[in-house]
């Protein structure tokens, strides 16, 4: 699918990442898997309208925005990203990520053991 190079709207770039994900009714089934897949399409297509009053919740978006990076569909993340002043974001690759984590990780337990150093030091610990 083809991103779209402008949108005018938060809701215009989620109407985007939902037309990847398979349209309204499959993502508003996700989203609301108690209702049937018409009415959740239909509330789902008035979260995106800005006249109506329903709204997506922040972990619904977060979850919009994930599956939509599984997908290859970038629009509303990189809206959010151009609309703050940001630049476009590069999606981090699974071994990159796991890479990240562990240099995280590992400095996150040299700092704890350089902590613990100085606590003996100053006879925090003993």
Known sequence: MQSALFHESLQD??????AALGGAKVVGAHLWPEKSPDEA?????????????EKLSLEQIV??????????????????????GYQDPSPLEPD????LLMRQFVEAQAALQAL??????AGVLR
């Open 41 to 53: 399409g239909r509330l789902l297509r008035h979260c995106l309208n800005a006249d109506r009053s």
């Open 96 to 99: 990159d990520e796991r890479a």
């Open 13 to 18: 770039a989620i109407g985007s990442v939902v």
């Open 63 to 84: 979850w919009l925005l994930r599956e939509a990076r599984k997908r290859g569909a970038h629009d509303a993340m990189n809206f959010l990203a151009r609309e703050c």
């Open 116 to 121: 613990a150093k100085r606590m003996e030091r």
